[in-house]
């Protein structure tokens, strides 16, 4: 039998469990449906429904290079394939980074080491690599023999660049005449030996040959960006440290590099993009970019009084919270400009432009495809960024000459 005093403390005990599935009842009875479905809305904000997408290859992973370049460059290649009525192919991005590599070395021991030798590069790498040495398939030339399951060039870039500064610091007083042969051996033994001959689906093939079936013409593809410190509707060199091709690109007014992107897209173009993503606005994570106007005016009544309360931090926190759809700035040509004179927008990185989408809202954003993997993303791989964003943040964007409009094309003489 139990005494008192156990008698009494089994029963507090089963008093103390019925007070806390009470509460925990009453706790699960005041999260309604809507509540949970409200809370559900304010974790993905963000809601697009597209509204046109340009057909593309998948998603693929760059994993740890700095090869964004080529990812994007020869992804638009492949969506060039498929509005030609070519199929669809997944062509070898190493492919690319190897040949540049190769003539960046040549150029970098010229140059005394005065530029930059590292594993960025520009759009027009890809071009030049197709019109000076052809393409292949990605399964004839991975890239991958270091055993890895992805593309890691940490090491290799490191060695790229300590070979080369040997060959500019030695005590020969001239240069040897198989120091690039020396190199050359250095890139097949990280990427592997180059792929003079191959077969593709029962053809015996060379780079250039394969590039020639393809029928992609290099001399088709241009470069724009916008920026008042060169003249309009003339090619300028990219003031740009990986732009170790000294490539021109095509200078408009802000509002014609806009047009041009609309334009692409409506007729059936990518366009591979090179922007800035270092900026708060860029968020991977959530699958948007955006840029945000902290200092709002046009609002009134209680949503004036409760942002003008705010202080600037917290004004700030708020709008790069991504919780809720905010006004953005409406960006200027001397804006653009001032970010990029004070390196506040960079040469990150590249993607592709394949498509446009809009939010709840009516906001209208670009999808763009991303070289990161797919693996966990809110988006499998694609971002949406709004249009400030690209107005304010692109540094230059690659597309066809004939994706450009009319008009535009008669002042940069295309």
């Known amino acids: 039998m139990l005494t008192f005093t156990a008698l009494f403390n089994q029963t507090l005990l089963k008093m103390q469990k019925g007070i806390l599935l009470m509460m925990a009842a009453l706790m699960l009875g005041m999260i309604s449906p809507a509540a949970a479905q409200e809370k559900e809305e304010e974790k993905n904000a963000y809601e697009f429904t597209e509204i046109k997408v340009i057909p593309h290859t998948a998603v693929k992973n760059q994993y740890r290079s700095g090869t964004c370049w080529s990812f994007s460059g020869l992804g638009m290649f492949e969506a060039e394939l498929i509005r030609m009525g070519k199929g669809e192919y997944d062509l070898s991005e190493i492919f690319i980074v190897r040949n540049a590599y190769s003539d960046k070395a040549k150029k970098y021991v010229r140059l005394h080491g005065n530029l930059n030798m590292a ?8 071009v030049y690599v197709l019109k000076t040495y052809g393409l292949v398939p990605e399964e004839v030339y991975s890239g991958k023999v270091i055993g890895e399951e992805d593309h890691v060039h940490g090491e290799m870039d490191a060695v790229f660049k300590a070979y080369t500064d040997a060959v500019i610091k030695n005590k020969n007083k001239k240069l040897t005449p ?17 792929p003079y001959t191959f077969e593709y689906e029962g053809e015996q093939y060379n780079p250039a040959g394969f590039a020639d079936d ?13 920026y008042t410190h060169q003249p309009f509707y003339k090619p300028f060199i990219m003031q740009i440290p990986d732009n170790w091709m000294w490539s021109k690109t095509y200078n408009v007014p802000l509002d014609e590099m806009m047009e041009i992107v609309d334009y692409a897209l409506d007729n059936g173009y990518t366009i591979a993009w090179g922007a800035d993503v270092s900026d708060k606005g860029f968020s991977w994570k959530n699958g948007v970019a955006i840029i945000p106007d902290v200092e709002i005016e046009d609002l009134s009544g209680t949503e004036k009084e409760r942002w003008e309360d705010l202080t600037p931090g917290e004004r700030k926190k708020a709008m790069y919270s991504f919780e809720e759809i905010v006004p953005e700035k409406t960006i200027t040509q001397e804006m653009r400009q001032e970010s990029y004179n004070n390196y506040e927008t960079t040469d990150d990185h590249g993607m592709l432009i394949v498509g446009k989408a809009k939010d709840q809202k009516g906001n209208i954003y670009y999808k763009v495809k991303n070289s990161w993997g797919t693996e966990g993303h809110i988006y499998d791989g694609y ?7 690209i107005a304010y943040k692109t540094m230059n964007y690659m597309l066809h000459k004939n994706a450009i409009p009319e008009n535009i094309r008669e002042k940069l003489n295309l």
Not at 120 to 125: H, I, Q, T, Y
């Open 119 to 126: 594993g960025g590069g520009g759009f027009s790498d890809d």
């Open 178 to 194: 198989v120091w690039h042969d020396g190199f050359k051996s250095l890139l097949d033994t990280y990427l592997g030996e180059y």
């Open 214 to 226: 393809l029928e992609l013409n290099p001399d088709d593809y241009v470069e724009i960006t916008s």
């Open 383 to 389: 971002i949406y960024v709004s249009k400030p964003y």
